[in-house]
């Protein structure tokens, strides 16, 4: 029997399972390979996220990264890759290689760095996750990684200033965006009929900025001019993730929710009203027995009221 399987990661929004594209491509190459992973999402809670989710946990295995977390699973056997030829698992890494280069970098910068995205979407919304106080400093400090993270690999000679290189790592993005989209033509997925490795880290960089509702959009607006990448994302969530093209579950489970959540309200009122029914009788002078009946009478009246408020 295999041992149980946890995955740590960042929650979704927006009909995406995850907004972190880390998080996103294991969560993808999961539901590609078949491994029975439990994924526990991070929620306002005392203890802090760790630094470098996704972190995949199985019995003593601590592994983090996605490249490191996708190797555990094929040595567990689930292999999405089982079919590619040695050209094609050559093809993988260079299109991996690629996006790290050409695509991340556009990325990190609308998520941490274009200060209108940031304020308005990124910061609240992660802030949101994580306990008080450290919600007033983790954000912040992933937003300064994140630029540490492309000066890095993109501030050198002849790009000097933080305008060039914001111009720059969109080029970069777009022609790799269209790269994507040459590659994958009419197909449904990269190498085929069937999902791989590189189909989930395509989906993991792609769908955050597809999906997000971003006041500034130009990548977003980029990708939305590549109907076949934009299929491939909905194609994904809709049959992966049983999410359809608007982000919501299958037809009929938002509205028995809606509802479920209507009368859960309807019910915690009644239960509010009557205990200050109840608190009120308590406080006032006792009545004579001859009057109980009275009361058992006007106490079934507000249940029946109740009852008819409650039925269909």
């Keep these: 029997m295999a041992a149980p399987m946890e995955l740590s990661c960042w929650g979704g929004d927006w009909g995406l399972p995850s907004l972190h594209p880390e998080s996103l491509t294991v969560m993808a190459y999961a539901k590609f390979s078949g491994a029975p992973l439990t994924v526990n999402t991070i929620s306002n809670s005392w203890k802090a996220p760790r630094e470098d989710i996704p972190v995949l946990i199985s019995e003593n295995n601590v592994i983090s990264r996605p490249a490191k977390i996708l190797s555990f699973l094929r040595k567990q056997k689930y292999n999405a890759d089982y079919?590619?030829?040695?050209?094609?698992?050559?093809?993988?890494?260079?299109?991996?290689?690629?996006?790290?280069?050409?695509?991340?970098?556009?990325?990190?910068?609308?998520?941490?760095?274009?200060?209108?995205?940031?304020?308005?979407?990124?910061?609240?919304?992660?802030?949101?996750?994580?306990?008080?106080?450290?919600?007033?400093?983790?954000?912040?400090?992933?937003?300064?990684?994140?630029?540490?993270?492309?000066?890095?690999?993109?501030?050198g000679p002849p790009l000097y200033s933080l305008t060039e290189v914001e111009a720059q790592i969109y080029r970069d993005a777009k022609e790799c965006l269209n790269l994507l989209s040459k590659r994958l033509g009419t197909s449904q997925f990269f190498f085929g009929d069937t999902p791989t490795t590189l189909d989930a880290f395509v989906f993991g960089f792609l769908a955050p900025v597809y999906k997000v509702c971003f006041p500034r959009v130009q990548l977003q607006e980029h990708l939305k001019?590549?109907?076949?990448?934009?299929?491939?994302?909905?194609?994904?969530?809709?049959?992966?993730?049983?999410?359809?093209?608007?982000?919501?579950?299958?037809?009929?489970?938002?509205?028995?929710?809606?509802?479920?959540?209507?009368?859960?309200?309807?019910?915690?009122?009644?239960?509010?009203?009557?205990?200050?029914?109840?608190?009120?009788?308590?406080?006032?002078?006792?009545?004579?027995?001859?009057?109980?009946?009275?009361?058992?009478?006007?106490?079934?009246?507000?249940?029946?009221?109740?009852?008819?408020?409650?039925?269909?």
């Design 225 to 312: 001019q590549l109907p076949n990448l934009c299929r491939f994302c909905d194609d994904i969530l809709t049959c992966y993730f049983r999410l359809s093209v608007s982000g919501h579950s299958p037809a009929g489970q938002d509205t028995a929710d809606a509802n479920l959540q209507k009368l859960t309200q309807l019910v915690n009122k009644e239960s509010n009203l009557i205990e200050k029914m109840d608190d009120n009788l308590r406080k006032s002078p006792q009545h004579p027995p001859r009057k109980l009946t009275m009361l058992k009478l006007a106490a079934g009246g507000e249940e029946g009221s109740l009852l008819n408020r409650l039925s269909p």
């Design 83 to 155: 079919e590619l030829s040695a050209k094609q698992g050559a093809d993988t890494l260079a299109y991996i290689a690629l996006l790290e280069e050409k695509l991340l970098p556009a990325l990190l910068h609308t998520f941490w760095i274009d200060a209108e995205n940031y304020c308005s979407v990124t910061k609240p919304w992660f802030a949101s996750r994580i306990a008080f106080p450290l919600n007033l400093y983790l954000p912040g400090k992933m937003s300064r990684e994140a630029l540490n993270r492309i000066l890095l690999t993109k501030g």
